[in-house]
């Protein structure tokens, strides 16, 4: 074993056992949630480790980074996902590897997604993401909707041809009233997501926690938890 294949197997272990026993602590089962490395920064080299480690889910926020590893490790069973702010202009190229796209906020982006998942003759799963830190403007300082946008988003993307409603994503947010309360905040986020299955019930997907808070998500309901860090060290770019 390589000394990096040592090293993320040993992370992985770790944070399998914060996931086992959030879930043990919630009354859930294991399988109800599903984890996804996010590798942004990290090479593919890292990202064939992590499929030999059992892996089956990872991230990226970059299309200019995800589209050639996403290509380079097109032979591993990996389900891919795009967790990033997501600029027309990369959608055609985003479509063309990811299977969900985790961060949808605004009309036209479905539009865009829409068009190139039937050019491309996919199905993408989309996943609202949610700010709960959504001033004014009716957006988040990382992306995101306003709950109260929620419901014609998501109308939007299910009628869309070649897009699935899957449900929601959220980040913890640094402001507001929500700033250092991750529990609250995904607890918030069960109940969007709870509202949203009234009309969309297929779309049962809760991504969120991520490295530092995944337990709270774990204990709020989450489906998803989204940890880069504590499997493969500290960035050394910015990500």
């Not at 809760?206 to 880069?228: F, I, K, N, P, Y």
Request: net charge neutral; with cysteine; hydrophobic share 45%.
């Amino acid at each position: 074993m390589t000394d990096r294949k040592g090293e993320l197997a040993v992370n992985l272990a770790k944070v399998e056992e914060r996931i086992a026993a959030a879930c043990v602590a919630a009354g859930r089962k294991r399988e109800e949630v599903t984890l996804i490395v996010v590798t942004k920064t990290y090479p593919a080299s890292d990202v064939r480790i992590l499929s030999e480690l059992g892996v089956r889910h990872v991230a990226e926020n970059r299309d200019q980074d995800a589209a050639p590893k996403a290509a380079e490790c097109s032979d591993l069973p990996l389900t891919w996902h795009f967790v990033g702010q997501l600029q027309t202009n990369k959608v055609r190229s985003v479509v063309g590897y990811a299977d969900h796209v985790q961060s949808v906020d605004r009309s036209r982006l479905v539009t865009a997604l829409s068009k190139e998942a039937v050019r491309a003759e996919r199905e993408v799963g989309c996943l609202i993401q949610v700010a709960l830190d959504a001033g004014a403007s009716g957006r988040g300082e990382r992306g995101g909707v306003a709950p109260g946008s929620i419901a014609e988003l998501a109308d939007l993307v299910a009628r869309s041809p070649g897009l699935r409603l899957d449900g929601l994503m959220t980040v913890a947010p640094l402001t507001g009233e929500y700033a250092g309360r991750e529990l609250a905040a995904f607890e918030r986020m069960m109940d969007l997501s709870t509202d949203l299955r009234r009309a969309h019930p297929a779309a049962n997907m809760v991504s969120a926690g991520m490295s530092a808070d995944l337990e709270q998500a774990v204990a709020a309901g989450a489906t998803h938890v989204r940890v880069g860090t504590a499997v493969l060290g500290v960035r050394l770019g910015l990500g």
